[in-house]
C-alpha cells in the first residue's frame, strides 16, 4: 500500500467506465497541446519522414500502428511515436513514418481512428519527444459531497501529488513485469523464464490461464507451444528456442525483443522508487537526501536538466553508475542485491546505469467540475493520471 500525500478520504467512484470518460491530449515540447477533434497546422516542409497527429478511441498505441501499418501495406517497425498513451481512452500523440506515406495516411479510414493532420519533417519522431499530457476524466459513482472533498483534498495537495509509477508499469493483467526483473538481476535467468510464462494470476484469457498452468506442471515446451494461444506472441518465441534448445535460457530469453527485456529491468527500478518514495512520504515532510538535487521547470513542468537551488527533489532510479545512500542500501540489503546487479552480465544489452525522476508532480491548470464530477489537469512526461486521482478517490 503506498503512502497517500492527502489525509482526506477520497470520494470513491471508478474511471475508465467508457473511452469517453478518460481523454488524452498530448501536449509537444513547446507546450502546444494536440487537441481532441482538431487539425494541426503546420509550415510545409520537405523531408524524409512524416509527422501525423493519430486520434483513436478504444484502442492501444500499438494495436492502432500495427492496424495502420496492415493498411498501407509496410512494417509497423517503420513508426514511431513519442509514447504510449491508454486503450480504454480517447486519446491524442504525435507519431512518424516515412515520407512516401502521407498521403496514403490522410486517406485511411479505420473506425475509431482518425488523422488529425501530417507534415513533413528532417527526423522521425523519438521515444520521449513530448512535454507531457492533458487529461479530462470523469469518476462515476462518487460519494455525496464530492465538490467539497476535492476542494479539501487539492488545498492539501497544494498543486503537486506523489509522482509513482502506475499500475500499466508492472503488467497490463497479471502485474509481473517487475518480479521478472528482480529475478533476472539475481541472475535466475530460470526462475524469471518461468515466472513470465507460467505465472497465471490475474491472466484474463481462459485458454491462456490453462496453457499457463499446463506447462508449469509438465516444463514441456514443445507441447506448450501447441497449447499457448496464438496471440501469446512473447511466450511462443521463447518456447519455441526452447523447444530446440531446452536449457538455454538466456537465449530463449533474448528471443523476446529487447524493449521487452529492458521494460523487466525498468519496472523493478520502478518499484524500488515507488517503496522509497512511500516510506518517505510515511515518515514526514520531504526533504533533499544524498545524491539528489533540485530541478526548476519549462513550460510549468520539472525539467530534470535545470539544477536550481530550489524546486522539485530529483532522486534516483537506481542503476549501476548510482551511489546508494544509507536508506538506498537498507532497501538492496533487504532484497539480497547488488547495485552492480543492474550491469545484467548474463545479458548486457539490457544494462542499466540509473536516472532521475522527480519525487512529486505538479497537477498543472486543475479543474474540477461538480455536476459532472470531471477532473482536468495536465501532468509531465511519464507521471501517471492514475496515480494522481487515487489521492481525489481512495478512502
Given amino acids: 500500500?503506498?503512502?497517500y500525500l492527502s489525509n482526506t478520504p477520497g470520494i470513491g467512484g471508478a474511471i475508465k467506465s467508457v473511452p469517453e470518460d478518460f481523454l488524452v491530449e498530448e501536449i509537444s515540447p513547446n507546450g502546444d497541446v494536440y487537441e481532441l477533434g482538431t487539425q494541426v497546422q503546420h509550415p510545409s516542409?520537405?523531408?524524409?519522414?512524416?509527422?501525423?497527429?493519430?486520434?483513436?478511441?478504444?484502442?492501444?498505441?500499438?494495436?492502432?500502428?500495427?492496424?495502420?501499418?496492415?493498411?498501407?501495406?509496410?512494417?509497423?517497425?517503420?513508426?514511431?511515436?513519442?509514447?504510449?498513451?491508454?486503450?480504454?481512452?480517447?486519446?491524442?500523440q504525435i507519431a512518424s513514418v516515412r515520407s512516401d506515406f502521407r498521403d496514403a495516411l490522410l486517406s485511411l479510414r479505420i473506425k475509431d481512428i482518425s488523422i488529425n493532420g501530417a507534415w513533413g519533417a528532417q527526423d522521425r519522431v523519438q521515444l520521449g519527444d513530448l512535454l507531457g499530457n492533458r487529461f479530462t476524466i470523469r469518476v462515476r459513482d462518487a460519494c455525496d459531497g464530492a465538490a467539497d472533498t476535492v476542494a479539501a483534498i487539492a488545498g492539501e495537495l497544494d498543486g503537486r501529488f506523489p509522482n509513482y509509477f502506475g499500475e500499466q508499469r508492472f503488467g497490463s493483467s497479471r502485474r509481473n513485469t517487475h518480479?521478472?526483473?528482480?529475478?533476472?538481476?539475481?541472475?535466475?535467468l530460470e526462475g524469471a523464464l518461468l515466472m513470465y510464462l507460467c505465472d497465471s494470476e490475474g491472466e484474463t484469457h481462459q485458454e491462456a490461464t490453462l496453457a499457463r498452468k499446463e506447462l508449469q506442471e509438465t516444463r514441456d515446451w514443445a507441447r506448450a507451444l501447441n497449447s499457448f494461444p496464438k496471440h501469446l506472441r512473447?511466450?511462443?518465441?521463447?518456447?519455441?528456442?526452447?523447444?530446440?534448445?531446452?536449457?538455454?535460457?538466456?537465449?530463449a530469453l533474448r528471443s523476446l525483443p529487447?524493449?521487452?527485456?529492458?521494460?523487466?529491468?525498468h519496472a523493478f527500478q520502478s518499484?524500488?522508487?515507488?517503496?522509497?518514495?512511500?516510506?518517505?512520504?510515511?515518515?514526514?515532510?520531504?526533504?533533499?537526501?544524498?545524491?539528489?538535487?533540485?530541478?526548476?521547470?519549462?513550460?510549468?513542468?520539472?525539467?530534470?536538466?535545470?539544477?536550481?537551488g530550489e524546486g522539485w527533489i530529483s532522486a534516483r532510479l537506481i542503476g549501476y553508475?548510482?551511489?546508494?545512500?544509507?536508506?538506498?542500501?537498507?532497501?538492496f540489503g533487504s532484497l539480497s542485491i547488488q547495485k552492480d546487479a543492474f550491469r545484467m552480465k548474463a545479458i548486457p544489452e539490457i544494462a542499466s546505469k540509473g536516472a532521475y525522476r522527480t519525487l512529486l508532480a505538479p497537477l498543472k491548470d486543475f479543474k474540477f467540475l461538480a455536476d459532472t464530477t470531471t477532473f482536468s489537469f495536465a501532468l509531465p512526461s511519464g507521471s501517471y493520471a492514475t496515480m494522481a486521482m487515487r489521492e481525489f478517490m481512495d478512502g
Avoid at 517503496?275 to 520531504?286: A, C, H, N, Y
Fill in 258 to 265: 529487447r524493449n521487452i527485456l529492458l521494460m523487466f529491468i
Fill in 321 to 331: 553508475n548510482t551511489p546508494l545512500n544509507p536508506r538506498e542500501k537498507e532497501l
Fill in 179 to 188: 518480479l521478472v526483473g528482480e529475478k533476472l538481476l539475481k541472475g535466475e
Fill in 45 to 92: 516542409e520537405t523531408g524524409p519522414y512524416t509527422h501525423f497527429i493519430l486520434q483513436k478511441n478504444n484502442w492501444s498505441t500499438n494495436s492502432a500502428i500495427s492496424e495502420i501499418s496492415k493498411r498501407l501495406r509496410t512494417n509497423e517497425r517503420n513508426f514511431n511515436f513519442a509514447g504510449s498513451k491508454d486503450k480504454l481512452a480517447i486519446t491524442t
Fill in 1 to 3: 500500500m503506498l503512502s
Fill in 234 to 251: 512473447l511466450e511462443r518465441s521463447m518456447l519455441a528456442h526452447l523447444a530446440r534448445k531446452p536449457d538455454d535460457y538466456a537465449g
Fill in 271 to 308: 518499484d524500488l522508487f515507488n517503496r522509497l518514495l512511500s516510506d518517505r512520504i510515511r515518515e514526514g515532510p520531504l526533504e533533499l537526501e544524498a545524491g539528489e538535487y533540485f530541478c526548476g521547470e519549462t513550460f510549468g513542468f520539472p525539467d530534470l536538466n535545470k539544477t536550481e
